[in-house]
């Protein structure tokens, strides 16, 4: 039985099926090839080399993600495009590496830099102020995405990440470190999802206090009196 003749989306497709599964770190055109019942030269006529393939990915991934109402003020906005960018990132492993390496370079992500600069102008943010906590939240929002990967993917049983960091810091002195021995076990206990809301909330917070002090009435200068 021949295999299905190629197009360039199906073997896009079939890309973000194999990242959905082993992750983008692990793409290639070989085990996309063999996932396809063809040779690589084959995967090849549709598609350049992997740089490519993972730009494509990467733009037919983030074209499932919606954007929020544009009815929601700035931070409510930006707190349920955290949430469904969290989904999606976490769903494909290696996706927020790939924009903290490269940036925004496809078309969804500059379409989500486009409307959230939009958002934070129209609240009275500057330009370049708003381009600024861009950068500044989804470079966050990214790295703690990336941050989270490693406890979705091992199996039931698995030491949590950070190991070693956490028996660095238990061998410390507590009298010469009290900082790290009054926070370290909070860091342990925290359930990977609040800590993400609690970090989410520090972003917003900082965010929601630029807007407002924009937003308040300037003071009046004292009128000069007419000599």
């Not at 599964?21 to 006529?45: C, D, F, H, I």
């Not at 102008?121 to 370049?128: L, N, Q």
Request: aromatic share 6%.
């Amino acid at each position: 039985m021949r295999p299905p003749r190629l197009s360039r989306d199906a073997v896009v497709e079939a890309a973000v099926a194999l990242v959905r599964e082993e992750g983008l770190r692990q793409l290639s055109m070989r085990t996309l090839a063999n996932r396809l019942r063809v040779t690589p030269m084959a995967v090849y006529k549709h598609v350049e080399n992997r740089d490519a393939l993972v730009h494509l990915c990467a733009e037919s991934i983030l074209q499932t993600l919606v954007l929020p109402e544009e009815r929601l003020e700035p931070v409510a906005w930006l707190r349920r495009l955290a949430g469904r960018l969290r989904a999606v990132g976490l769903a494909h492993r290696g996706l927020m590496e790939f924009l903290l390496e490269q940036g925004p370079v496809v078309h969804p992500a500059l379409v989500i830099l486009d409307r959230t600069v939009l958002k934070l102008h129209a609240a009275g943010i500057p330009w370049k102020e708003a381009g600024a906590l861009h950068n500044t939240f989804f470079s966050w929002l990214a790295g703690a995405i990336r941050r989270q990967e490693p406890w979705d993917v091992g199996p039931p049983g698995t030491p949590p990440p950070f190991e070693r960091f956490f028996a660095a810091a238990r061998a410390l002195p507590a009298r010469d470190y009290p900082g790290l021995a009054h926070g370290v076990p909070h860091m342990r206990a925290t359930d990977v999802g609040r800590e993400f809301e609690a970090s989410l909330d520090f972003m917003l917070e900082g965010i929601q206090r630029r807007i407002d002090a924009r937003r308040a009435p300037a003071r009046k200068r004292p009128l000069r009196r007419q000599r």
